[in-house]
């Protein structure tokens, strides 16, 4: 066995040791300290997308953009699909727009890759390591070689962070507007009377909530001092070693890993502690039972639901949840779950209708030993959920994948023995249904979950969920579906759709009292009352003739009612709006409020800083301080998981955010209260109002919710039907969604030959939840006819071809084929829209490809749906053309754009020539593209072009995700060959606009720049350091890093590793497999027989 082999197989081995056993576990900290711990931290990690830039330039200032001023849903951007006005959220995968993935290479291509570029370095021998994992992440061995001798340096850099970070506590001070004194609400001055006559009159919660001068724990900071030489310099120290010894006997890198790996493959399993090894038989010896249980489905359902005890526990230790809810229960011992049929269950929000799903998909991964997948709205809610189930799928033996942003592959990988739990956004847990199919693994998938079922009636991503579910139900039928959700109305189409019972309760575990504010009374909704209201209160406040003109909805009234000891939401309707509303209210705020947790929120904003490349937006310098954030698709996935994180932790208690926090993160807050009732310049729908009002009232920890709805004279009438009409119905989406909805359907069911000829198609249509309301939604068309129609359209597009001309006799029976276009279509998933522009811009390119810069390939790569929304500045434009090089000015002029009619453009004179606006708005993204990947800082970037940095960050997200499409598109058709390889390398440079030694790190869910570059200059390299690292030293280490974050972060990384040492396992297996086609093998067997 080499050397690198040991190595490999150690680390593995190594992760496995350092697993704690569960006595350790709870010998560290007591079952009730960790049951208080958990209740504090149950907010789990959100993670944002992980593409962005930090390079030192001073403090700037942005300016916002109109863009600001839109509404939320036109500025929350698709990851490639078309944005639809008037319906939120359509096609994108992610509300803060994230983007859509590209099948990965393998990872053997990739080592392959990386060794060819090392090879090509003249210093390479000097610096040749077999730190197998660490290297084949890292982009490039230049990196490498400063990994090396970055080791001392790293701690002074450490400190000197240290100190700067002390420096900058000072720096950060309110604003001189924040110093006028306004007059205090009454609400404030009770607040002070409180805060002086000691905490303990306040009622609040928690005490640590009403602690005001709470000595905050020792700082980081100071911690750092005595602890930042601890762990990384051991690591790096071994490491120095075993490169030295490797240089000398270098063979391929790949030669190696291969060897390597086939030593892991025949090896035994490490030998552990006897204890360890004792809790995982009782644990495979508990599952058995907990199989047999299950397969003899008696109504003894074993220690915990059929599940190992061990499960119980993890939930008390995890999530702090010692018991089940009734209604829980009920529902998990229904004889038709038990019974494995689909199923919909829908419950208030907050009802705890998760933990039933996770429950059932364990059952189903440990005991029935099948793959589960399970579909979340958003990315980050996806990563949010990995971070959290990873360290059961490690105690447990799955593995949790993530299925959003860039990640996931298609197919998946084969796994040997454990199951895969999937996690993915709509769109990519699709693509993922859509690989199993192709390679005949659909009926590997026991059990598919979806939450927020509802949003099968919301645009694109409605209709491509109602795809996956509907190939699922024809393709597989035994797989389990199961679908939740708070907002249901029309349950009976959807049960009929997915053939599904339906359990539902009202039970929510904190009562949440909904109010109405009409000029200075409030209201409380009331069902029984005549007109839906009974007065409550009047509201007591004193204000000012400033403040009332300030402040004519007496917002600050309100919120001063309960921040800072309870948090409190404020719903606005635009995301010029929020950041307004928490300007206002700071500006009328006591100064008393800067001293509640006053350092947290100077961490907080020095952190803000730390991941903006020391920008800090100006807004957000003044409210913090006051405990005050705005909240919308405007900050960058960094900022935004960074407040978020400050307001679960309480540091901040007033979020003033859009209607997409309501259905995007788990946010509670003690009140909530809606600022109008409006989004943008739409009334609101019941679904969003009871989404919305939803988010009040934390479990565990406040005794009652309230929502307070502002609203005007004029618009009490709409209010009240509001209040008291039943939720809005949910309609699909399918055909309403020509292009991507019932077109792309028929086209990949014909590409995966799931059903290829017209009775098959139209037998697969009456199936789908369309199927099942089609008299409702299109009563002129019969469903044959529009299966007719889109199928000849889609014939006439050159997309397919029919064996039989339309007419003939056997036209039902004769079969479609999917043309190369069509099949080009359907692997990169273009839109059908565009499908047509974009093979003719290509062939366009393949005649003069501009290749001296990047800018001709990032034009071909923008996508076609951002260009038709984008409003370019065109002095901007001019200002950015004229910065070209000649030739780069050349690829303007090449698809179409005259610095002629920029320069019109710019000094406002009229046009006469018809100039395609698209085809202009597009090279304006790219331009924005192009100086990204240049500057890679997305703040100065945003200056540059003065627009909103979240919508900066949201275009290359959608430009990652669409060079990926339009590379997996130019795969299939061999004449764009050549673009091929030129989109790989563009497809990688945008999806990660980061410095590369970073890329590893942020592979690991939950772990953005910031915290990648803070990692990084703690010596933590690779996912091999993360993965071996203790939660308390990461905590001593990094600045600003809490325990719950630490040990998501090690977990994650953990499974990580696992899933890619599984991986490379099973390559090697497979590459040693003698192929059961072999000459002789064939012939000896029949010589047997
Ligand atoms: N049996 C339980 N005991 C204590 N807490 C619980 C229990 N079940 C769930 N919870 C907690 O309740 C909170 C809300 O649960 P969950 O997120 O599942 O709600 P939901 O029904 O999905 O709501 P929404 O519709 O808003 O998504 C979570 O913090 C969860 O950990
Ligand atoms: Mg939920």
Redesign the pocket.
């Known amino acids: 066995m080499d050397e690198g082999g040991s190595r490999i197989r150690r680390r593995v081995s190594v992760r496995k040791r350092n697993r704690p056993s569960l006595e350790s576990v709870f010998a560290a900290s007591p079952a009730t300290e960790l049951k208080h711990r958990d209740e504090k931290e ?1 907010e789990e990690m959100v993670a944002g997308s992980r593409r962005r830039k930090t390079v030192d330039v001073q403090p700037v200032e942005v300016q916002l953009h109109h863009l600001s001023d839109w509404p939320e849903f036109l500025v929350l951007f698709p990851t490639f699909g078309v944005m639809i006005h008037n319906q939120i959220i359509d096609s994108e995968e992610d509300m803060f727009g994230d983007y859509d993935s590209f099948a990965e290479n393998s990872f053997l291509a990739q080592v392959d890759d990386l060794e060819q570029k090392y090879l090509q370095l003249p210093e390479h021998m000097n610096h040749a390591t077999d730190h197998a994992t660490e290297d084949l992440c890292s982009e490039s061995d230049k990196q490498n070689t400063l990994n090396v001798t970055a080791v001392g340096d790293c701690t002074a850099l450490n400190i000197d962070d240290h100190t700067k970070n002390e420096s900058r506590h000072e720096d950060v001070s309110v604003e001189p507007e924040a110093d006028i004194l306004y007059d205090v609400p009454s609400s404030q001055v009770l607040f002070f009377e409180n805060l002086h006559n000691s905490s303990s009159d306040l009622g609040g919660p928690s005490t640590e909530e009403k602690d005001w001068n709470s000595s905050c724990p020792k700082t980081v900071n100071e911690e750092l001092l005595v602890n930042s030489r601890e762990q990384p310099q051991q690591t790096v120290e071994s490491s120095s070693k075993i490169r030295t010894s490797s240089d000398a006997n270098r063979k391929s890198l790949k030669d190696h890993l291969k060897s390597t790996m086939t030593g892991n493959a025949k090896a035994q399993t490490p030998i552990f502690s006897r204890t360890k090894q004792l809790k995982e038989t009782l644990l495979s010896e508990e599952i058995n039972v907990a199989k047999k249980t299950i397969e003899s489905s008696s109504d003894d359902l074993g220690p915990f639901y059929s599940l190992p005890s061990k499960v119980r526990d993890l939930y008390v230790q995890f ?7 009734e209604w ?1 229960h009920t529902c998990l011992t229904l004889k038709s779950v038990q019974e494995r049929k689909n199923l919909i269950y829908s ?9 039933v799903a996770e429950i059932l998909m364990l059952q189903e991964l440990l005991c029935r030993r099948r793959d589960v997948l399970m579909i979340l709205p958003y990315v980050a809610i996806v990563q949010e959920k990995i971070s959290g189930l990873s360290s059961f799928g490690i105690e447990l033996g799955f593995f949790v994948e993530e299925y959003a942003g860039s990640k996931g592959k298609f197919p998946p990988i084969k796994r040997r023995e454990k199951k895969s739990l999937y996690i993915a956004t709509i769109e990519k847990g699709h693509s993922l249904v859509n690989s199993l199919i192709e390679t005949g693994r659909i009926s590997s998938l026991g059990l598919v979950v979806v ?2 079922l509802h949003m099968i009636g919301e645009g694109t991503r409605g209709a491509i969920l109602e795809m996956t579910l509907a190939k699922i139900l024809y393709t597989s039928k035994t797989t389990q579906i199961i679908g ?3 907002t249901l109305n029309n349950v009976e189409d959807l049960q009929k759709f997915l053939q599904a019972e339906y359990y539902t309760s009202q039970f929510r ?1 904190v009562e949440l009292k909904e109010y109405l504010k009409i000029n200075d009374t409030i209201y409380e909704v009331d069902s029984r009352a005549e007109n839906g209201m009974t007065f409550s209160r009047l509201l007591n406040y004193k204000y000012s003739d400033t403040l009332k003109k300030m402040d004519p909805d007496h917002l600050v009234a309100l919120v001063t009612e309960v921040i800072p000891n309870y948090s409190c939401l404020v719903f606005c309707p635009t995301k010029k709006n929020c950041e307004n509303v928490a300007e206002m209210i700071c500006k009328s705020l006591s100064k008393e409020y800067l001293k509640h947790k006053e350092k947290e929120k100077q961490e907080v904003i020095m952190n803000l800083k730390n991941v903006s490349g020391g920008n800090l937006c100006r807004v957000l310098k003044r409210t913090i301080p006051f405990g005050v954030a705005y909240h919308h698709s405007g900050l960058t996935s960094d900022e935004r998981k960074l407040l978020e994180e400050a307001y679960s932790t309480g540091v901040l208690c007033l979020f003033t955010c859009t209607s997409t926090l309501a259905a995007g993160v ?1 946010l509670p807050a003690r009140r909530v209260i809606l600022r109008a009732p409006y989004v943008a310049k739409e009334f609101l729908k019941r679904n969003q109002y009871k989404q919305m009002i ?1 988010r009040a009232g934390r ?2 920890i406040d005794s009652v919710g309230e929502s307070i709805l502002i609203l005007q004279e004029k618009d009490k009438q709409q209010v009240l039907e509001l209040i008291s009409k039943p939720l809005e119905n949910c309609y699909s989406h399918l055909v309403q969604e020509f292009t991507k909805g019932i077109q792309t359907l028929f086209l990949s069911l014909i590409g995966l030959k799931i059903a290829t000829n017209l009775d098959d198609i139209y037998h697969f249509m009456s199936g789908t939840f369309f199927g099942v309301q089609q008299k409702v939604l299109l009563k002129e068309k019969s469903l044959w006819e529009i299966t007719m129609e889109s199928l000849r359209y889609l014939t006439e597009k050159g997309l397919l071809h029919k064996d039989t001309m339309y007419g003939s006799e056997e036209e039902f029976q004769s079969n479609f084929h999917i043309t190369k276009l069509g099949r080009a279509s359907f692997k990169g998933t273009i839109d059908l829209a565009y499908c047509d522009i974009l093979y003719r811009d290509l062939k366009k390119g393949l005649e003069g490809l501009v290749l001296e810069s990047l800018l001709h390939l990032i034009y071909l790569t923008t996508p076609y749906d951002m260009a038709s929304q984008c409003d370019p500045d065109w002095m901007i434009y001019f200002r950015q053309f004229n910065q070209l090089s000649p030739a780069e000015q050349n690829v303007a002029a090449l698809v179409g754009v005259s610095e002629n009619y920029i320069g019109k453009k710019a000094s406002g004179q009229a046009i006469r020539k018809k100039v395609d606006k698209n085809i202009v708005n597009r090279l304006y993204l790219s331009f924005i593209l192009y100086t990204l990947l240049k500057e890679t800082n997305i703040w100065s970037v945003s200056e540059k072009f003065n627009m909103p940095r979240g919508y900066i960050q949201s275009l290359l997200s959608a430009a990652a995700a669409f060079s990926s499409c339009v590379l997996h598109f130019c795969e299939e058709l061999e004449e764009f060959w050549v673009y091929r390889a030129l989109l790989g390398e563009l497809t990688k440079k945008l999806t990660y606009c980061v410095k590369a030694e970073l890329i590893p790190l942020m592979e690991v869910t939950g772990v953005l720049e910031g915290r990648a570059r803070q990692l990084y200059n703690a010596g933590y390299k690779s996912l091999t350091h993360l993965a071996n690292a203790n939660p308390e030293v990461l905590i001593r280490t990094i600045d600003h890093l809490s325990r719950r974050q630490a040990k998501q972060i090690v977990s994650s990384a953990k499974m990580l590793l696992h899933e890619k040492a599984e991986a490379l396992q099973e390559e090697v297996e497979e590459l040693l497999r003698l192929p059961s086609d072999f000459p002789g093998i064939v012939a000896s067997s029949t010589e047997k027989a």
Do not use: F
């Open positions: 149950d999530k702090g949840i010692e018991k089940l809810y829980q419950l208030p929000t907050s009802g705890g209708k998760t933990l939450d927020e939740m959700s708070a575990p788990n939803g479990a565990g």
